[in-house]
Every structure is written in structure tokens, then in C-alpha cells.
């Protein structure tokens, strides 16, 4: 099966806690991205890496981190999570930069 | 920076009839994805149409580039097209910008 896979589904976490999301795409794809969808649904761009380089970084706090192995996988580190950090993490590839894009299922995030 | 506004916000329909949702953006797009996001969360690549018409089983996507629109349309709509729509531009090449969505319900 050809697809973008995140895991996990769902995590549950305190303040101030490390977490780290994993995204893996199969599709054959140069480039993947990271989005955060708040509580309004509202998603935006992250990450993104184009064969293993970064080439997008919005602003967004440095507790978080990409990395890449290779250009199938892409996770997402966050250190000491805060409680803004509740959010869905979708994960996205596609052939090239400005392409058509496919998203994981997403990892929902819940900061107590 | 870039905005996408989707309009309507929410749309309540009888099955069989048929919607139209629009998109408005505020500088060039060189690309432009329609998604649909299940109530549980996936997102789905429905069509990518960056100028002109395109179909796809019931769907029709029509974006007219020069006025900064695009549109899609749900004919004969189904209980299981309920969810929210989601129309993305690129601009730049390499970052997709997300409209705030329609949310659709189809009831039977």
C-alpha cells in the first residue's frame, strides 16, 4: 500500500514533556511537510523538507524540530510541550515542491 | 501574506441537492488543491485544479485564475459528503495555504 503513515493516532501528555511524531510516506515523493490544525481547524504549515533539506520554516517556537533521515520519513520533535501545543500534526508529501500534496491520518495532541 | 476565504462557513443540505462552495484568494496562485476532511479527521486530496474545469465522479472544480476564485461542485450530494471542505492555494511554490474551510451536512 502506497500512502503517508503517522504515528502515533494520539498521545496524551503533560507540560513540559518531549514528544515525537513520525511520518513515513511510501509514495516515492521528494518532498513532505508538517502542519499544525488548532482547535478552530484552522491548519498551517510548519515544515518542509525537499530530499532531506529544509526549505520551509514558519515562525514557530524552537521547542520544535524536524527531522529527516531520508526522504521517505520526516518526524517531528517537540521539547517541553506547552499547553498551546494541542493540536492535530498532519503529515504531507508530494512528488516535488509545489505539487499535489497527500496527508497522513494525523497525530492528535493533548497537553494537560 | 497570502488569505483564502471560503465561503459559505456551513451549508445544511437535503440529500440529492446540490452545493456550491466558493473560494477566494488574495494574490496569484500557481496552484490550487480542493480537500475534504472527514468529521474524524482525514484529509483528502479531492482536486487540484490551478486554472480552467475539472471533473471527477460528482465533483466539478472551476477556478478562474484572473479573478482570484474557485469553485467546486457537489451535484446530487450524499449523507457521506458531510465534512468539511477545504480549499488550499500555493503561492512561492513550496507552501500551501489552507482557506478556513465549509463545513457541509447532508441530511437524509
Known amino acids: 500500500e502506497t500512502a503517508v503513515f503517522q504515528t502515533p493516532n494520539y498521545h496524551v501528555t503533560q507540560v513540559g514533556n518531549e514528544v515525537s511524531f513520525n511520518c513515513k510516506q511510501t509514495l516515492g515523493h521528494d518532498t513532505m511537510y508538517w502542519y499544525k490544525q488548532d482547535s478552530k481547524k484552522l491548519l498551517k504549515i510548519m515544515f518542509s523538507?525537499?530530499?532531506?533539506?529544509?526549505?520551509v520554516n514558519e515562525t514557530v517556537p524552537r521547542r520544535f524540530s524536524p527531522q529527516s533521515s531520508d526522504k521517505a520519513h520526516l518526524n517531528l520533535r517537540i521539547k517541553s510541550v506547552e499547553p498551546e501545543d494541542s493540536a492535530v500534526y498532519l503529515c504531507?508529501?508530494?512528488?516535488?515542491?509545489?505539487?499535489?500534496?497527500?496527508f497522513g491520518p494525523g497525530t492528535r495532541l493533548t497537553v494537560l | 501574506g497570502q488569505q483564502v476565504q471560503q465561503s459559505p462557513a456551513s451549508l445544511v443540505l437535503q440529500e440529492g441537492e446540490n452545493a456550491e462552495l466558493q473560494c477566494n484568494f488574495s494574490s496569484t496562485a500557481t496552484q490550487l488543491q480542493w480537500f475534504y476532511q472527514s468529521p474524524g479527521g482525514s484529509l483528502v486530496s479531492l482536486l487540484s485544479?490551478?486554472?480552467g474545469t475539472k471533473h471527477t465522479g460528482r465533483l466539478t472544480s472551476t477556478t478562474v485564475t484572473k479573478e482570484r476564485r474557485s469553485s467546486l461542485h457537489i451535484s446530487s450530494s450524499q449523507t457521506t459528503d458531510s465534512g468539511t471542505y477545504l480549499c488550499?492555494?500555493?503561492?512561492?511554490?513550496?507552501?500551501?495555504?489552507f482557506g478556513t474551510g465549509t463545513s457541509l451536512l447532508v441530511d437524509p
Open positions: 488550499a492555494i500555493f503561492n512561492m511554490g513550496y507552501k500551501l495555504t
Open positions: 504531507a508529501s508530494s512528488l516535488d515542491r509545489g505539487l499535489e500534496q497527500y
Open positions: 485544479n490551478p486554472s
Open positions: 523538507y525537499n530530499n532531506k533539506q529544509l526549505i
